[in-house]
């Protein structure tokens, strides 16, 4: 069957849509190892961070390939591709986009040649200054200092990510390793980056820290992924979080660290409410044990005289473990999820549409019928989702139900590489609490306090980035007109023609080199 044409993923449930994870990013450097398997396998593990489209990018140290397409990792990959993608060095991306539409044109890993080979980059965040950027590149091509054959040319991709590939890629007479040095100090906003050349891994994080970034070792090689989870499903261990502001390199000498900017700390701490996996370590706090905590504190903070302590699966389980351990009320599995249902190229017909919900839960009815249910989730974005959930379990029988949140009242959007909704379409901004819960049709509503959720983080409140719900942002954010994910669309971004990428499928599976 063709695929790469193109086509974009639907949502079965759009106007559910809650908070869009980031992108998932994985790299390798491993002489005599399997490479484009081990990226296969890191992403399969960062799948949730990015359902639309995937890529990995090989180099045996003649020259790079990169394969990409739309769809999940296993829709993307065969066994046939993975085996003609060889070399020692890989680098792979799985995409939500938060810059630029979701087309295959947008898809990474990004690709550009250089003075004296060529680069691929993946990214996971999203950059502020993309307006700036885009005048970088055009003053730098005007005046020569970026050698972009084919600049003016029609636009193809139209991201962020493509214009830090085009600022490292251009410059004549530098290596991507010296070009990155002088290029990163001048991108605000969150990035981990994995990038590579014919013969070198590199791996780099914001100053802040935004988004999470890990080193990890093999027997013969090491590896970088977005998270912890990802070195382990390849047989990595830990070595340490790339530090941010830090730029590493990886080749047959070793690896190598260079400070390009100040480090000041300021974690994602929606990473710990929903992004990462729970069998994921960030800044040496497991996920799992995190969210049990955060159960636990909300139970203190809002009480509620209940028969069963239900959780929305999965994001919701572990805060509803600790909610139950704390208050005492017995924990059941009420709901049932289809994990199979998230994204797909068939759009659901009306009639389906309309069942809503229970395309992705549906109750169990002898579990809950006639209870007092507490039912924690994770957050509340529209209250599209919570609506039709509290609607569900009365209709199954439920006698009450009291929603409980794992996280405070989502107030702000996040400009730093996670899809929320805009600010007019938070519920939580201008509805009070009581006035959120009579729009979803509970009993009652907690949130767990955002001094509450710091302290099972055991990470200082300042070394946090929590301006989705304080709107302290710590990167300064874009004018209005620059903020939304299409804005570079709308500038019409010049891109480079000569970039020559194959996709998967179809008519497309003969790899070439660039």
Known sequence: MARGDGLLNHDLLPEDKGPQDACGVFGVWAPGEEVAKLSFF???????????????????????????????????????????????????????????SSVWENAQPTFRATATGSIALAHNGNL????????????????????????????????????????????????????????????????????????TLYAARDAQGIRPLVLGRLERGWVVASETAALDIVGASVVREIEPGELIAIDEDGLRSQTFAEAKRKGCLFEYVYLARPDTTINGMNVHGVRVDVGKQLAREAPAEADLVIPVPESGTPAAIGYSQESGITYAQGLVKNSYVGRTFIQPSQTIRQLGIRLKLNPLREVIEGKRLVVVDDSIVRGNTQRALVRMLREAGAAEVHVRISSPPVKWPCFYGIDFASRAELIANGLAVDEIRASIGADSLGYVSLEGLVLATQIPMDDLCRACFDGVYPVPIPEPALAGKHALEAAGTLVDIDELLVRGGGAHDALERP
């Open 128 to 199: 502020t200054n993309t307006g700036d950027l885009t005048r970088l590149v055009e003053q730098r091509r005007d005046t020569g200092e970026l050698a972009l054959e084919g600049m003016a040319a029609a636009p193809r991709a139209t991201n962020d990510t493509d214009l830090v590939t085009a600022l490292i890629a251009g410059h004549p007479d530098r290596t991507v390793e010296a070009s990155a040095l002088e290029v990163l100090p001048h991108l605000q906003g969150a990035f981990s980056f994995v990038f590579m050349d014919e013969s």
């Open 42 to 100: 890191g992403l399969y593990a960062l799948q949730h961070r990015g359902q639309e489209s995937a890529g990995i990018a090989v180099s045996d140290g003649d020259g790079i390939v990169v394969y990409k397409d739309m769809g999940l990792v296993s829709q993307v990959f065969t066994e046939g591709a993975l085996e003609s993608l060889r070399g020692h060095v890989a680098i792979g991306h799985t995409r939500y986009s938060t810059t630029g």
